[in-house]
């Protein structure tokens, strides 16, 4: 089977820089996907990655180290909008997608 | 505008009362799916489809049926819905299956189900 975990909850002052970690352990590996929750909302797409190392998108990155089954959501110069759930989400070798609990992030003045 | 439709996005029903939640998508999508979210448990898929006439089962299937007449339409039914299943439920669609970047899904703005 595969299992994903993230903290639940973090908090973070606008302005700054947050880190939101994913392990995972999955029966083979195509690629991992970042998702953003608004409450009440739809997830929406964020990054992908499939190989190892940093992929940045404007203010977000996500890093990944396939030997470790690692990732994280790097979010620089937070705004209160940034407020939201963020759901890791691997894809195992039979190219089932498995979504982490997701992490809630709380951006304050 | 390129979409995955839902409706209702809000039902209020009563054990044992058949409902089916309609999902509908206009950007071609081989691949559909049905999850559920619940509280602490994240996104569980349902259901889900690669094609016309094609589904399966995903980890949490008891007490849904899904089916797949035209590519575009893949609706969620309860036969006969329990309180255990309230919850919120996203429909999201995908070119296909396969492993790819650009196999991002698309979800749909959720159906909150509250069976009394």
């Known amino acids: 089977g595969q299992n994903i975990d993230q903290p639940t909850e973090m908090t973070a002052t606008e302005g700054a820089i947050v880190q939101i970690n994913c392990t995972y352990q999955?029966?083979?590996?195509?690629?991992l996907f970042w998702y953003q929750q608004h409450a009440g909302e739809a997830p929406t797409f964020l990054s992908y990655?499939?190989?190892?190392g940093l992929e940045e998108k404007g203010r977000f990155s996500s890093f990944l180290s396939r030997s470790k089954g690692y990732s994280y959501l790097l979010l620089k110069e937070l705004q209160m909008k940034d407020s939201a759930s963020y759901l890791c989400?691997?894809?195992?070798?039979?190219?089932?997608?498995?979504f982490g609990g997701g992490t809630r992030l709380m951006v304050k003045p | 505008e390129a979409q995955v439709t839902q409706n209702p996005r809000y039902l209020i029903t009563v054990t044992g009362k058949k409902l089916t939640v309609t999902c509908s998508q206009n950007?071609?999508?081989?691949?559909m799916s049905w999850y559920r979210q619940d509280p602490g448990l994240g996104l569980r898929q349902i259901y889900y489809?690669?094609?016309?006439?094609?589904?399966d089962k995903g980890d949490v299937p008891e007490g849904y049926k899904v089916s797949r007449k035209e590519k575009r339409n893949f609706p969620l039914i309860l036969e006969s819905p329990s309180p255990n299943q309230t919850s919120l439920y996203f429909c999201?669609?995908?070119?296909?299956?396969?492993?790819?970047?650009?196999?991002?899904?698309?979800f749909g703005a959720g159906s909150r189900l509250t069976v009394l």
């Open positions: 989400a691997v894809r195992n070798a039979g190219n089932m997608l498995t």
């Open positions: 950007m071609n999508h081989e691949y």
């Open positions: 489809s690669m094609n016309v006439e094609v589904t």
């Open positions: 990655n499939v190989l190892d």
């Open positions: 999955t029966s083979g590996f195509n690629g």
């Open positions: 999201a669609s995908s070119l296909t299956q396969g492993y790819s970047g650009a196999n991002v899904l698309t």
